[in-house]
């Protein structure tokens, strides 16, 4: 994967083992990294690797991380930060509404930078719930607003649940660009759209038509969110590079060593991945 040139890699969360025992082994993956040739290669050539963390205590065990493998320069270098979009998924998710929160992410957001952290801030649901339905654009507006003012270095907006339409993703993301213009060293904006309907291809190239110049995906599509009723995977790396080249535009990611990594991905899953290359 990192062979293939993305712009940064996410590696891990730094959750609770308890609640996604999947990932129970952040720290240890973090320290193995030291060993890697390929991983020394990607940092040679300035590529970010980040983690998540839902809170301050997930951020100390990434500092922690970092500060106790010998080896991995630094790494993550890069924290990924989350704040739902309605009361009730922020309280499935983390056990607090949207204000309590925006406020605890904020404070994690400010250690960050103060550590040298690259800082990539998410409205999470921003275009609709499983548990409320439709979201209020302007709540997804001042979550973004807070985010470019405490300093962070992106603004994703997630499709967590996949019900965003093409139309949906121009109005929201021209309300968000219009609200940041104000904000001196705005942060660029990326879009994570869920391929649950069908449309997180036709949502990204909408995107790419009005200014956006950064999306995520994962290879086969694999992942999703736990704490989301009804969420299926992300969209696949594969069928966002065939969105864009049929789209006429460029990209740098490297198809061919990203195919090699959809393979090997396949052959430890034990399952066919998505590659919607249609």
Known sequence: LASSSPSSIELTSFVRPDRVPNLKDAKEL???LADQEWYHTARSRGMPFAALVPNMRGLDNLLTARESSSGNDGCPDTCVLI???TDSHSKANVGRPIKEALEATMKVLEVARKEGLGVRAYCSMAFGCPFEGEVDPAVVVDISRAYAEGGAH???IADTLGCATPA???LLVNDIMDALKAVE?????SLHMHD???RARDNCIEGMKIGV???DAAVGGCGGC???PGAKGNLSTQGLLYAIDQAGCEHSVLEDELAVAHGFLEDKLQRPLDQSYE
């Open 30 to 32: 973090c320290a193995a």
């Open 83 to 85: 704040t739902s979009c």
């Open 154 to 156: 992106v603004l994703g």
């Open 168 to 170: 949906q993703t121009r």
């Open 185 to 189: 060293n705005a942060p660029k904006i």
């Open 196 to 198: 649950t309907n069908g």
């Open 213 to 215: 110049r950064e999306f």
């Open 226 to 228: 736990n704490f989301a």
